[in-house]
């Protein structure tokens, strides 16, 4: 493991320091004996020869970076030079240092062994021996000087020129030490001050080695306290008489030979010291933690007495510890405990963690074998079904640890396929098996039995049908059950209902209406029965927009872009569409497309072939074949070529992993597969047969003919009631597993990786052809990982960036529908007609979140779902004024002040300062590179949404909406939504506009003062004496935007204030502003909103002033008054002498603890909070960069105390929340679950090891416990957020209710200048409505029914003291302090 690590800050002339002369004659002598001087002296012609020696590195890191690199080659040895200097002359020997340790080196260091005893000694005989024996006395004598460390005997050395003696002292072996280039060696070998500089160099070998491993045995010896045998082999019964000890047996014994039982030489004296002035210090020692982290050292740890010198092997071999097994052994004894607690944790847990897994495991089994059997059966491969299931029920009854298959709708599944192929005696067979298994069979499994009898030749069809329907009534299944719970596609509800017929002529079915209503108090306004409350709901969103066939003609032109995919909007970026360059780069590239889809069709169809031989011959029951069957061979093609053109196009800095880009491709298969289902079963049919009647319901309210008004759900559910012909639409999807998504994406992926190639040499006219992979793979450093990307070839890159091709291609779910969205009736469908969009923007290997919501009443969901849908259906336009701006200054180069990002070309290498040496100038690439990356990442960015929105710009769209999983909403397009920065929001209007009305004006110029963020302190009246003041530059903004004063650039956020001002010079100057019609929204924002809900749960009145909810003639401002209560803490402390509040004098400021302030909300720790108002400080040029530490850590503390002063009951019932969650997780093995006041179910997913179920079948919810950090950590914020958003879903159905037009950033609400103040009413209003159910309680209740412990498990269990503490806290609500809610209806600067 050691080398000869070479010594530092030796020059060329010099050696050790000692000047030498450059040019001196050396008498070459006849009588050199010595090999190393013949090699040296007399081996060149040159008297000045330089002896090349090998450069080495004392840094340790790079000494193990080669160890790295060499770990692979086992039988590669180092080498070093031996040099015995004696009375007659030198003799070196080369020496494998391959075992070669510290604490042998010293030991022969010390002792009189010369090299021709040591080799004789260490040497064994070779295959054809020459040499006698070793004589034992020998043996005897040097074991004899080595082991009892006898008196140094002195040397003498005869130089090769002369016979002058110096004596060596007790160094008869010495070692060369040195990295430079040896010349002049005549004066350096006639002097005693070269013998002592090779004495020197010697011994600083030993400092540089034998400290570096005893450090090494030292912390092994200390820290890991595992103790090892040191096994001896003795090949050769002659060698019991070794000389060498035999070893410890623990690393205590290496520890106390090393430290104690041996006299310690000045230099383990002097580490020792080392170690106790670190200690002291509170420090370690930097070599101890160098060698011990970095595993190579960890390899293998040899016995430092077995040595190898010369080319023979040693005559004593010892067996070498392994560290391996020792870090095996540690980490298995580590485990072990860590089991052991766990297992004590067990105890207490709600739920067997086993029982979880294997319950997780019966579940993914099931879901797969669903998605599987109906995937065959839609290929009418109902026998390979038949197969699959067969195999997977026999696995299950054999082994126990199997998981059983029991869910009703896999055997309904390949029933249906059968009942398809009119299969009657399969059938029957199916349903023994259900009876043997236990399965009880439900409505669907008759309506497929009904369906397969009716299809069958069967001739006698109503006595079968009798049988059965005995069999039904036993089960108290009716005829109505057949038609009104079950699903059906093609025509099985027709064939259903003749089967029915055949048993009863006159039967007519009778369908369940859906239930309509809301079950939550909170909406009890808005219900049915409440007519006068509903008004507004007879109020179309695009009243006046476009007509009735208009609207549907947008959504035929939607259904036709989702079944397609994608499409395609033009690329604002291409300027020169007709220079001859381009026409030549798009005719190669037309060229090369043309020939990759050729092979690419080719490569599919013989890898296809391939796959399906290798299925034929597999024993596995689920194979990958058929889900490449599912669609024609050129739909396979078109998702090729698009992810080629996807790679293109993609950053030269970032790019998916190669998984991602697999599992994605695989998905986008599965959606063509959808949707060709759709269009085969009639689905796809019914779904536009139903959305055009909605279409019609949307432009006129009354459509339906009811009397009641309804909502967009409501609407839809009557329709589909209406419609129950046919197709159902409520079908339960069987979506692919995600892994066999991954492996189709695979599959696919190596045919671009393997079989599409190009040109190299296109662009060189007179070059040959030379076809090299299109596309490559690059492993990119992520961290402490390494993602496998793909990146196109450089040649692709050139031809695809020559062709500027004219459009750019975006998927269909990344875009607004031209067309109304399609409401969610329910958890599976919404947003898209076809494309499927998730509710809950969850990860795929999450469960548990959806298993609540599908057990939730489909009642407690409505409120979510309605308001997701009202602002779904708001219809949007794009601003075009500052739409033509946006494009000017994006063409023209960008303006970084203005957020209009500028390619990376227009990247100066002259803003980065010039570098003074080698590692300045490599950080210097880097920064570079950094930045060039992150300039054309934005750039993009902006071209997209730029892009967009010019596609749209004289066009209608809408924006269909989904939420996270704690209820915040979010818009589905990610490109063009009003939850964008500053420049994109600017961009968009509203497309139904209204009169300003009587105060529109004063709104729109409140407006324009507040988007600016200087007037925060100002009162309304102020604000709008500021605004009319400075009206001449607003209105100079709108008409010179870019050639004027340019106010408006000064903004917080420039854009929207432009595009207000535009909107107040045209209110002005229309002739009546009153009438003028405004589609510009106006914001509404909360005062620190967390902040607001905190105060309000806890009745804290002094909080609840300070966040704006009681009313005041002038806003408060939170940061300002903490800001004055902790520089009142700093005076005190300051006048008390306490020096970090001395050091702070005249730094406290607003700005510095603002960021702290806004995020103690949300759960910021204290070091994230001392990290923050440290970077506040490290900006402020006055203050002293030295005390930056140590002063965010006294503010940090008091800050905290002053939130805490200040928000009394905001931090005992946040301290409540954070101990609830630590016990839930912690003792009862749970994630922290709750319910909104809207009824929506909440589950934070944060579990163990989160990156180990990418991979995995079986959720991770169901193979984790909860992360106890994660969940105590974020489950304040998140219950803050579950009541944000219950508070703006309140306000937008209220509003929908009152027909005022409303979206919603987070706390941020939009409306009509004209809507304002109704909406900040209906803002107030549900606020105090929502605060005065017993939030804290009801979660309270909930939780103590979901995770408290019976009675008859707290006394004489095991846990019972942690099982008592979960229910006792859970039960200890916070108390509530006297503010009034009421008085929130009166706070003007409540929402402002």
């Known amino acids: 493991m050691h080398r000869l690590i070479s010594a530092r800050n030796l020059y060329q002339t010099s050696l050790h320091n000692i000047s030498l002369p450059s040019n001196t004659a050396l008498n070459r002598s006849p009588d050199i004996k010595c090999a190393f001087c013949r090699k040296i002296l007399l081996g060149q012609h040159n008297i000045e020869n330089l002896l090349v020696a090998r450069h080495q590195s004392t840094r340790i890191a790079n000494a193990l970076k080669a160890v790295k690199k060499k770990g692979k080659h086992k039988i590669y040895k180092k080498y070093g030079e031996l040099l015995e200097v004696g009375n007659q002359a030198m003799t070196e020997t080369k020496v494998s240092i391959s075992k070669l340790r510290a604490v042998h080196l010293s030991k022969l260091a010390d002792s009189p062994v010369s090299l021709g005893q040591l080799h004789q000694l260490t040497t064994k005989p070779s295959k054809k021996p020459a040499i006698a024996e070793v004589d034992p006395e020998l043996l005897q004598s040097v074991k004899e000087?080595?082991?009892?460390?006898?008196?140094?005997?002195?040397?003498?050395?005869?130089?090769?020129?002369?016979?002058?003696?110096?004596?060596?002292?007790?160094?008869?072996?010495?070692?060369?030490y040195t990295h430079h280039k040896i010349s002049s060696l005549e004066d350096r070998l006639k002097t005693k001050q070269y013998i002592d500089s090779v004495k020197e160099s010697y011994y600083n070998f030993r400092k540089a080695t034998i400290y570096d491993q005893r450090l090494q045995d030292l912390r092994y010896a200390i820290t890991e306290g595992l103790t090892q045998e040191f096994d001896m082999i003795t090949p050769d019964s002659k060698l019991e008489e070794t000389p060498l000890q035999p070893l410890p047996k623990s690393p205590h014994s290496v520890f106390r030979e090393l430290f104690i039982e041996n006299q310690m030489d000045s230099y383990d004296q002097e580490l020792l010291n080392s170690f106790s002035s670190l200690q002291s210090q509170g420090l370690a020692h930097p070599a101890i933690e160098d060698i011990y982290d970095d595993p190579a050292l960890h390899n293998e740890i040899h016995d430092p007495r077995d040595l190898e010198f010369g080319q023979r092997e040693a005559a004593l071999e010892v067996k070498r510890l392994n560290v391996k097994k020792a870090k095996q052994a540690i980490k298995q004894k580590k485990k072990a405990k860590l089991e052991k607690r766990r297992a004590k944790k067990e105890i207490n847990m709600k739920t067997d963690m086993k029982q979880l897994e294997l319950q997780g495991k019966q579940e993914a089994l099931e879901r797969l074998l669903a998605a599987h059997l109906q995937l065959l059966c839609s290929l009418n491969m109902v026998q390979e079904a038949r197969k699959v299931l067969q195999y997977y029920r026999q696995r299950g009854a054999k082994a126990p640890d199997h998981p059983k298959i029991t869910d009703i709708k896999v055997y309904n599944t390949l029933l249906h396929g059968y009942a398809f192929m009119g299969l009657l005696d399969q059938t029957k067979d199916l349903l023994t098996s259900m009876a043997t298994d236990g399965i009880a069979p439900n409505a669907q499994t008759y309506a497929a039995t009904f369906e397969c009898v009716e299809r069958s030749n069967v001739k006698d069809k109503e006595a079968m049908l009798q049988h059965y329907y005995e069999q039904m009534q036993e089960k108290g299944i009716t005829l109505n059950d057949l038609l009104d719970k079950t699903q059906f596609v093609h025509d099985q509800r027709e064939l259903v209902f003749r089967a029915v017929r055949r048993l009863h002529p006159s039967f007519t079915p009778h369908y369940t209406p859906p239930v309509l209503d809301y079950d939550c108090p909170l909406t009890d306004k808005l219900k049915l029965n409440e007519i006068h409350n509903r008004q507004g709901l007879l109020t179309s969103p695009a009243e006046g927009l476009m007509t009735l066939e208009e609207v549907k003609e947008?959504?035929?032109?939607?259904?036709?872009?989702?079944?397609?995919?994608?499409?395609?909007?033009?690329?604002?970026?291409?300027?020169?569409?007709?220079?001859?360059?381009?026409?030549?780069?798009?005719?190669?590239?037309?060229?090369?497309?043309?020939?990759?889809?050729?092979?690419?069709?080719?490569?599919?169809?013989?890898?296809?072939?391939?796959?399906?031989?290798?299925?034929?011959?597999?024993?596995?029951?689920?194979?990958?074949?058929?889900?490449?069957?599912?669609?024609?061979?050129?739909?396979?093609?078109?998702?090729?070529?698009?992810?080629?053109?996807k790679l293109v196009d993609g950053s030269e800095t970032y790019s998916p992993t190669l998984k991602l880009l697999q599992r994605d491709l695989g998905t986008q298969v599965y959606h063509k597969y959808q949707v060709e289902q759709y269009r085969k079963n009639g689905v796809l049919s019914k779904i536009y047969k139903i959305y055009e009647q909605y279409c019609e319901w949307y432009m006129d309210r009354s459509a339906l003919g009811?009397?009641?008004?309804?909502?967009?759900?409501?609407?839809?559910?009557?329709?589909?009631?209406?419609?129950?012909?046919?197709?159902?639409?409520?079908?339960?999807?069987?979506?692919?597993?995600?892994?066999?998504?991954?492996?189709?994406?695979?599959?696919?992926?190596?045919?671009?990786i393997n079989d599409v190639k190009i040109d190299v040499n296109m662009f060189k006219p007179k070059a040959k052809q030379k076809k090299l992979p299109a596309v490559y793979k690059v492993h990119r450093p992520w961290g402490r990982l390494v993602r496998l990307e793909l990146k196109p070839h450089p040649a692709l890159a050139r031809l695809w960036l020559g062709a500027a091709r004219a459009e750019l291609r975006m998927r269909a779910d990344l875009v607004p529908p031209a067309s109304p969205p399609k409401p969610w009736p329910h958890l599976h469908s919404g947003a898209y007609l076809l494309t499927k969009t998730p509710l809950i923007r969850m990860p795929f290997y999450i469960m548990n979140q959806w298993k609540r919501l599908e057990e939730a009443p489909p009642s407690a969901l409505y409120p979510a779902l309605d308001s997701l849908n009202q602002l779904g259906e708001v219809p949007w336009v794009v601003n075009k004024p500052v739409l033509d701006l946006q494009l000017q200054i994006f063409r023209s180069g960008g303006n970084k002040k203005l957020d209009i990002p500028p390619p990376a070309s227009a990247l100066d290498p002259k803003d980065f300062a010039e570098a003074k040496d080698a590692a300045g100038a490599f950080k210097r690439r880097v920064a570079l590179s950094r930045a060039r990356a992150e300039m054309h990442s934005l750039w993009c960015d902006a071209l997209y949404k730029l892009a967009l929105a010019n596609h749209y710009r004289d066009d209608i769209f809408w924006l269909p909406h989904n939420m996270d999983f704690r209820g915040r909403v979010y818009a589905c397009p990610p490109h063009l939504?009003?939850?964008?920065?500053?420049?994109?929001?600017?961009?968009?209007?509203?497309?139904?506009?209204?009169?300003?009305?009587?105060?529109?004006?004063?709104?729109?110029?409140?407006?324009?003062?507040?988007?600016?963020?200087?007037?925060?302190?100002?009162?309304?009246?102020?604000?709008?004496?500021?605004?009319?003041?400075?009206?001449?530059?607003?209105?100079?903004?709108?008409?010179?935007?870019?050639?004027?004063?340019?106010?408006?650039?000064?903004?917080?956020?420039?854009?929207?204030?432009?595009?207000?001002?535009?909107?107040?010079?045209?209110?002005?100057?229309?002739?009546?502003?009153?009438?003028?019609?405004?589609?510009?929204?106006?914001?509404?924002?909360?005062?620190?909103?967390?902040?607001?809900?905190?105060?309000?749960?806890?009745?804290?009145?002094?909080?609840?002033?300070?966040?704006?909810?009681?009313?005041?003639?002038?806003?408060?401002?939170v940061y300002a008054s903490v800001c004055a209560l902790v520089e009142e803490m700093r005076a005190r402390d300051a006048a008390a002498g306490v020096p970090a509040a001395i050091i702070l004098e005249n730094f406290v400021r607003r700005k510095v603890i603002k960021q702290t302030v806004m995020t103690t909300v949300y759960g910021v720790t204290r070091f994230g909070a001392r990290l923050q108002i440290a970077k506040q400080l490290k900006d402020i040029d006055e203050f002293p960069k030295e005390h930056v530490w140590s002063c965010s850590q006294y503010l940090t503390t008091k800050t905290f105390d002053s939130l805490r002063e200040m928000f009394t009951s905001t931090k005992l019932i946040q301290d409540w929340f954070t101990d609830c969650a630590k016990l839930i997780s912690g003792i009862c093995g749970e994630s922290v679950e709750w319910v909104t006041p809207l009824g929506l179910p909440v589950v934070q997913p944060y579990y163990r090891r989160g990156t180990t179920a990418a991979n995995s079948r079986t959720p991770l919810d169901h193979q984790q416990r909860p992360c106890t950090m994660k969940q105590r950590n974020a489950f304040p914020p998140n219950f803050i957020h579950s009541l944000d958003s219950s508070h703006m879903m309140l306000t937008s159905l209220h509003c929908q209710a009152a027909a005022v037009t409303f979206v919603s950033v987070h706390d941020c609400y939009w409306t009509h200048p004209g809507a304002v103040p109704l909406m900040n009413k209906i803002c107030r209003e549900q606020f105090v409505a929502l605060h005065s159910q017993p939030i804290l309680e009801?979660?309270?209740?909930?939780?103590?029914?979901?995770?408290?412990?019976?009675?008859?498990?707290?006394?004489?269990?095991?846990?019972?003291?942690?099982?008592?503490?979960?229910?006792?806290?859970?039960?200890?609500?916070?108390?509530?302090?006297?503010?009034?809610?009421?008085?929130?209806?009166?706070?003007?600067?409540?929402?402002?």
């Not at 080595?146 to 070692?175: F, H, R, T, W, Y």
């Not at 391939?610 to 739909?635: D, F, K």
């Open 145 to 176: 000087k080595i082991l009892k460390k006898s008196a140094p005997i002195s040397a003498q050395i005869n130089i090769c020129s002369g016979p002058k003696e110096i004596s060596l002292e007790d160094d008869q072996c010495a070692l060369v």
């Open 554 to 645: 947008r959504g035929r032109r939607q259904l036709e872009i989702e079944i397609k995919g994608d499409i395609e909007v033009q690329n604002i970026d291409v300027k020169d569409d007709a220079s001859p360059t381009v026409k030549l780069y798009r005719e190669k590239l037309q060229a090369t497309e043309a020939e990759w889809r050729s092979v690419v069709r080719e490569s599919f169809e013989r890898n296809l072939g391939t796959l399906r031989s290798q299925s034929l011959a597999s024993h596995s029951a689920i194979a990958l074949y058929p889900y490449l069957r599912v669609l024609e061979t050129e739909q396979f093609v078109e998702l090729i070529m698009g992810e080629i053109n």
């Open 706 to 752: 009811t009397d009641v008004p309804l909502n967009s759900r409501q609407a839809w559910q009557m329709l589909v009631h209406r419609n129950r012909e046919g197709a159902s639409l409520d079908m339960e999807e069987t979506p692919w597993p995600m892994e066999m998504r991954q492996n189709i994406g695979k599959f696919l992926y190596n045919i671009i």
């Open 977 to 1117: 939504s009003q939850l964008g920065a500053d420049a994109y929001r600017a961009l968009l209007k509203f497309a139904r506009k209204e009169p300003l009305g009587p105060d529109g004006l004063r709104w729109l110029k409140l407006h324009a003062i507040n988007l600016t963020g200087t007037m925060k302190k100002s009162t309304v009246d102020e604000r709008l004496e500021y605004a009319e003041s400075i009206l001449d530059k607003i209105l100079d903004s709108a008409d010179r935007p870019l050639d004027g004063e340019g106010w408006w650039q000064a903004s917080e956020e420039p854009w929207q204030t432009l595009a207000c001002c535009m909107e107040i010079a045209n209110a002005i100057r229309s002739p009546n502003p009153e009438e003028y019609p405004c589609g510009f929204p106006v914001h509404q924002d909360g005062s620190c909103n967390g902040l607001q809900h905190y105060a309000a749960l806890g009745g804290d009145a002094a909080g609840a002033a300070a966040v704006n909810l009681a009313p005041r003639h002038r806003p408060q401002d």
């Open 1338 to 1392: 009801d979660l309270s209740d909930f939780m103590v029914k979901r995770y408290s412990y019976d009675e008859s498990e707290l006394e004489g269990t095991l846990g019972a003291p942690n099982k008592k503490r979960v229910n006792s806290l859970l039960k200890k609500v916070p108390n509530k302090g006297d503010f009034k809610l009421d008085s929130v209806l009166d706070s003007v600067y409540f929402f402002s």
